[in-house]
């Protein structure tokens, strides 16, 4: 089972250049939690909780109010406020039954600080992302 979630972590493409050592580190941090359906799981302009990957169901993604995706399993959400610490920008409600794997900011923090080899990848993935952001504006 940990090494089901320790390749269902490493799929994340925030995630996917750690070691498996950094990827277990994670999952230990890390707990399952089980939504009901219609239940909002963040609120936009919340305080950050923490990074979500879903495991099963579907969630609805809404920004000022419209509802612009809906993710399901192997989708996630939360990560820019994992890292960050700032407000949510969107919110999220389970629109079926929903499981999913929450790595708490809390916890997050302490775990770059005792492992700074992710917090190294991390930051190289963000910069990949910022990247391809600043590509599709220009062109």
Known sequence: MADDMI???????????????????????SKEVSLEAGHTTVEQDA???????????????????RHVATFGPGDYFGEVSLIDGKPRTATVRTKTAMRSLVVPSWSFNALLDKHPSIAKELLLMLCARLRNVEAMITH
């Open 7 to 29: 390749a269902t972590l490493g799929a994340v493409p925030l995630f996917h250049s750690l070691s498996d050592k950094d990827l277990r580190a994670i999952l230990e941090i």
């Open 47 to 65: 305080s950050a909780v923490g990074f979500h990957l879903i495991l099963e169901g579907e969630a609805d993604i809404e920004v000022s109010g």
